[in-house]
Structures are given as C-alpha cells and as structure tokens.
C-alpha cells in the first residue's frame, strides 16, 4: 500500500497545489499527456497520486479511497454532512481564497440584508404565485444559512456552472456561488448581500479520519507531517 493523495486535475487549484507541494520539497507530477489522470511523487517515499475533480476529493476521503487531498472548504462542508467526522484539516494553503456569498440584483435597490430578502420573498409569492429562486450548486450550505436567518419563502434552482447569468436569463431572482475577485458579480450586475458570507473558503490540505493505514503508511504519514513544520 501507499499514502494516497488526491490533488485536483486541473486549472489553477492543481498549479498552486504542485507549487505549495514543491516548497515542502515533494514533486507532483502529471504523468504523460495533459489528459492523462495519473501522476507520480518524488522527494517522498511510499506517497502516491490521484488526479481528480476538486468536488470529488471530499467524497473519495470521506469513503476512505484516499489518505489525504487537497480542496477547498467549501466543497468539503457542502459535499459532507458530517465532515467534521469524515475529514480533518492539516494546512490550510493559503490559496484558493473564494467566499460563498448571496447575491440579488443590483436593481433592487431596497434588499441589502437576508432581513430584506426575506420581506421581498413574500412580497414575491404574493404577487408571482411562485417562490423566489435561489440558483446555486451548494445546495445543502444554503438552506442551512437560510433556515438559520429565518428566510423560508424561496425555491432553490440547481446550478453547477455560470450561475451568475441564470438571473439576466431570467431562470433565477438571486444566486449563492463563491466570489474572489467580485469581477463577476459585477459584469452580471448582481450585489452581495451585506450580511457577510455564508462561509470563507480556502483551499485546505485534508487527512481522512477513515482511510485504512498499514503501518508503512504510518510511517509515511509522520514523515510527510514532520516536512509541514
Ligand atoms: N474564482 C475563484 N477564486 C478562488 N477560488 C476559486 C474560484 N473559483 C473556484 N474556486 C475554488 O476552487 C475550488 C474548485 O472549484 P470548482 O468546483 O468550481 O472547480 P472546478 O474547476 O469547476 O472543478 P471540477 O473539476 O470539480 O469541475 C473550490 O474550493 C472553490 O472555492
Ligand atoms: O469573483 P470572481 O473572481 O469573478 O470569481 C468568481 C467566479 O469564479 C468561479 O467560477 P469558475 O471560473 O470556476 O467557473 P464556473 O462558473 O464554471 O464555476 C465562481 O463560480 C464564480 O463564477
């Protein structure tokens, strides 16, 4: 057996994760061509690669097919329940910064706080005989924030990409997605909420709490721990 970690395959979280591994001395690598999901490890011993999308790291350590994986907290409290059970963070990286926020048109010159999205969501019922539509893919870490702020009158639509258009395309009244530079939001002329995030996220090293170890694996892990500092 090996200490399996899982990296995401792609795009910026995959280059900063081989950076942040390369200043602790480990060399991940792509094997092959740049559609090839496999990748080795060197400056380690006994520690092997698993190239994947970043949303199914949480799922593969909480299933115990991975030791360890890099993701952001986001995908991890959304995708796992009980993450706090499943998973435990090691290092946060320091990159990856996004917050999931709520956000409405910037038109609505009268919603500012979860407080005004709540009145506006009834008065939204009343007048349209539907709810409100929230568009979003973190589905489980909205309704928690909702249902804690009180705010029931609405419907969440199911987005996994481009989510901040779904309002000039009229499929959706709101979004929840995750903001880092807030270019986004802009050009789609949405404001946030001024409540402050759902939740700040970063990418983070994660250990699985479920994940099998022989004792070689131990033993590697308390190598690997040792190089963090
Ligand atoms: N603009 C951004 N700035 C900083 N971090 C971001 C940004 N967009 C996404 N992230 C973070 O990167 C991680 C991966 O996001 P996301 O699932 O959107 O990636 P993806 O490339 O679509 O991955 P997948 O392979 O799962 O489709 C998440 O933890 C998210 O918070
Ligand atoms: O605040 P900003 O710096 O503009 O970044 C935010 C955008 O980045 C992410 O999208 P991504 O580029 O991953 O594409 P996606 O819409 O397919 O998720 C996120 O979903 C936002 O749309």
């Known amino acids: 057996m090996t200490l399996k970690l899982g990296v995401p395959s792609k795009g910026r979280l995959m280059e900063k994760t081989f950076e942040w591994f390369a200043q602790h001395g480990i060399t991940l690598s792509r094997n092959g061509s740049e559609r090839e999901y496999a990748g080795s490890?060197?400056?380690?011993?006994?520690?092997?690669?698993?190239?994947?999308?970043?949303?199914?790291?949480?799922?593969?350590?909480?299933?115990?097919?991975?030791?360890?994986?890099?993701?952001?907290?986001?995908?991890?409290?959304?995708?796992?329940?009980?993450?706090?059970?499943?998973?435990?963070?090691?290092?946060?990286l320091a990159f990856g910064h996004a917050d999931l926020i709520l956000a409405v048109p910037r038109a609505w010159v009268d919603v500012d706080t979860l407080d005004d999205l709540d009145a506006v969501a009834a008065a939204f019922r009343a007048r349209h005989g539907f709810r409100l539509r929230i568009a979003t893919?973190?589905?489980?870490?909205?309704?928690?924030?909702?249902?804690?702020?009180?705010?029931?009158?609405?419907?969440?639509?199911?987005?996994?990409?481009?989510?901040?258009?779904?309002?000039?395309?009229?499929?959706?009244?709101?979004?929840?997605?995750?903001?880092?530079?807030?270019?986004?939001?802009?050009?789609?002329?949405?404001?946030?909420?001024?409540d402050g995030p759902i939740l700040r996220s970063q990418a983070t090293l994660w250990r699985s709490r479920v994940a099998e170890l022989e004792d070689a694996d131990r033993a590697t892990l308390a190598t690997f721990t040792a190089r963090l500092g």
């Open 137 to 194: 893919k973190y589905h489980r870490l909205v309704r928690e924030y909702l249902r804690q702020g009180g705010v029931a009158d609405y419907a969440l639509v199911d987005s996994q990409g481009a989510t901040e258009g779904t309002v000039a395309n009229e499929t959706a009244e709101a979004i929840a997605d995750i903001t880092s530079s807030g270019e986004t939001l802009r050009a789609n002329h949405l404001k946030v909420l001024s």
């Open 41 to 92: 490890v060197e400056g380690i011993d006994g520690m092997s690669l698993v190239l994947l999308s970043a949303g199914e790291i949480p799922r593969e350590l909480a299933a115990g097919r991975i030791h360890l994986g890099v993701t952001g907290t986001d995908l991890v409290q959304e995708k796992l329940p009980l993450w706090e059970q499943q998973v435990c963070p090691m290092e946060e």
